[in-house]
């Protein structure tokens, strides 16, 4: 679960690497594909980009097949400007689209930042298509734009979910945003381990922004 295409853009060129609220953590690339119906998910995790920090609690919900909503709640600290900013966002993903090992849908989400005193308000629309075997390799592409208060960004992203084990998987992938001009490209790398049923935990490495980036948490799905 992670809000990524919604992280607080106006503390830096920060690529959405901390935890969104339907990704599968630690990637940020989001997958087409949602909970069962009833199903609900709890996140917590924290990123670090360089800089700076962020935190956030994640909460999904799907109420109908094909369907999830979720809130996000997170706080960033940027130790190189000593600003300090939070974040209030709502999504929802719908994936109507299935055919054999293929899947297709669309996310929307809206956020709003409070940097400063000042609010920002911020809306994202992304498309996800997924190619999944019945091994457990996963493929997912992500194209989509976010509009600020400003340029707007478009964002692209590209990931693999490889197991390794019934319990432990990797995941690579590359993403990249290019706003009114200038563009900005990054990649990581991840594991997810399933420590019981529904209860997992991740963490990643990578460069994103041509600074280091890292992240660590935990979510839990019933």
Known sequence: M???SLIIATLSTLLAVAPNAYAE????????????RGGKKFELGSVKLGPVYAHQLSFGIAPVGALEL?????SENDKSLALRSRLL???AKWVPWHDGA???????????VRVAGANTSMTALTGLLTWRKDSGVALHG????TWQNGPEDNRWALGIDI???????????GVGSRTAGASSSGAQAGLRWEL??????FTSVGRVSAQRAASIGTSYEF
């Open 2 to 4: 992670t809000f990524k």
């Open 25 to 36: 953590s630690p990637m940020i690339t989001d997958d087409a594909g949602t909970l069962e």
């Open 70 to 74: 979720g809130t996000t709640i997170q």
């Open 89 to 91: 966002g709502l999504s």
């Open 102 to 112: 293929w899947s297709a849908g669309v996310k929307a989400e809206w956020g709003t």
């Open 142 to 145: 992500n194209l989509g734009r």
């Open 163 to 173: 197991p390794i084990t019934a319990s432990l998987q990797a995941t690579l992938e």
């Open 196 to 201: 019981q049923k529904g209860w997992k935990a």
